[in-house]
T-cell receptor, first 109, second 117 residues
Framework: SQQGEEDPQALSIQEGENATMNCSYK?????LQWYRQNSGRGLVHLIL?????REKHSGRLRVTLDTSKKSSSLLITASRAADTASYFC?????????FGDGTTLTVKP | DTAVSQTPKYLVTQMGNDKSIKCEQN?????MYWYKQDSKKFLKIMFS???????INETVPNRFSPKSPDKAHLNLHINSLELGDSAVYFC????????????????FGSGTQLSVL
């Protein structure tokens, strides 16, 4: 199966709430990246966390990485309707980026 | 001034035909990729080129042939199209400078939706 598996597959919340999505992977990694994909568009890079980092912040995004559990989480705080999109994790191993299955987030106004 | 542009955006064709998708990046990146996204949004890498050299070639039918005339362009030619080839194909680039370097950020095109009838 996929190197990265995401959970949940779909998440629906109200505007202003926080959204948390998780990613698990199987092999050792150099880094883990999160991307957003709006409907009908390409993926856009959000944030990168290296294998020796445990937590990283960027604006309303917070990413954690637990290499012992081979998992990462992406938290979006104070969500907005514009955050509605699919979110993917990607792991890099020897220069090859492998994507998870994605979480579809719907933020209701 | 689109960073990674691919054409066409939509491609509708009959089974058995041959078609090409073109990709160009103006970011000065050394590495380019083709990814396939199926109807369940599952993204799978197909090929990667670094400075016109093929460095990743996943298990893809040999009906798919990438061509990189220079490091700013990576085209994908598909022969004898099949129903199962229907998907969205994404081109991407990264500043990764060698085949051994780590990937830290990919820049994606907006995709080509291929429908094989």
């Amino acid at each position: 199966s996929q190197q990265g598996e995401e959970d949940p597959q779909a998440l629906s919340i109200q505007e202003g709430e926080n959204a948390t999505m998780n990613c698990s992977y199987k092999t050792s990694i150099n880094n883990l990246q999160w991307y957003r994909q709006n409907s009908g568009r390409g993926l856009v890079h959000l944030i990168l966390i290296r294998s020796n980092e445990r937590e990283k912040h960027s604006g309303r995004l917070r990413v954690t990485l637990d290499t012992s559990k081979k998992s990462s989480s992406l938290l979006i705080t104070a969500s907005r309707a514009a955050d509605t999109a699919s979110y993917f994790c990607a792991t890099d191993n020897a220069g090859k980026s492998t994507f998870g299955d994605g979480t579809t987030l719907t933020v209701k106004p | 001034d689109t960073a990674v542009s691919q054409t066409p955006k939509y491609l509708v064709t009959q089974m058995g035909n041959d078609k090409s998708i073109k990709c160009e990046q103006n970011l000065g990146h050394d590495t380019m990729y083709w990814y396939k996204q199926d109807s369940k949004k599952f993204l799978k890498i197909m090929f990667s080129y670094n400075n016109k050299e093929l460095i990743i070639n996943e298990t893809v039918p040999n009906r798919f042939s990438p061509k990189s005339p220079d490091k700013a362009h990576l085209n994908l030619h598909i022969n004898s199209l099949e129903l199962g080839d229907s998907a969205v194909y994404f081109c991407a680039s990264s500043p990764r400078q060698s085949r051994y370097a780590t990937n830290e950020k990919l820049f994606f095109g907006s995709g080509t939706q291929l429908s094989v009838l």
